[in-house]
């Protein structure tokens, strides 16, 4: 995910979106990447999940108040619907979506 395709990709899409707010340098969030990608293989079809790297893409997280990382939104019908920041288990992930799906 890009500042070019976030907008399309995941507050205009049809379905919810676990939009995941990170940095390669921090061990926090590549701790979480197994579980966002066991998270997308079990929710394939009902949950997008869309990963974007705040150093990459530095102009999305200010629109969105993005502070600390990992910052997880779950975007539905264009709106924040849901959120977590900080260190999360799949436990955690799976808490954080499943009343959007």
Same mark, same amino acid.
Request: proline share 9%; net charge positive; hydrophobic share 40%.
């Given at each position: 995910?890009?500042? &070019? %395709? *976030?907008?399309? $990709?995941?507050?205009? &899409?049809s379905g919810p979106v676990l939009a995941v707010f990170r940095?390669?340098?921090? /061990?926090?969030?590549?701790?979480?990447?197994?579980?966002? !990608?066991?998270? !997308?293989? +079990?929710? &394939?079809?009902?949950?997008?999940? !869309?990963?974007?790297? =705040? %150093?990459?893409? #530095? +102009?999305? #997280? #200010? $629109?969105y108040n993005v502070t600390a990382i990992p910052t997880l939104?779950? *975007? $539905?019908?264009? $709106? =924040?619907?849901?959120?977590? =920041? /900080?260190p999360s288990s799949k436990g955690n992930v799976v808490e954080?979506?499943? #009343?959007?799906?």
């Amino acid at each position: 995910m890009t500042d &070019a %395709d *976030f907008e399309p $990709k995941v507050v205009k &899409a049809s379905g919810p979106v676990l939009a995941v707010f990170r940095a390669e340098w921090s /061990g926090v969030c590549r701790a979480l990447d197994p579980i966002l !990608a066991d998270v !997308a293989k +079990e929710y &394939a079809g009902r949950l997008t999940v !869309a990963r974007l790297d =705040i %150093d990459r893409s #530095p +102009e999305t #997280p #200010p $629109k969105y108040n993005v502070t600390a990382i990992p910052t997880l939104y779950v *975007f $539905k019908g264009g $709106k =924040i619907v849901g959120t977590r =920041i /900080g260190p999360s288990s799949k436990g955690n992930v799976v808490e954080l979506i499943t #009343p959007h799906l």
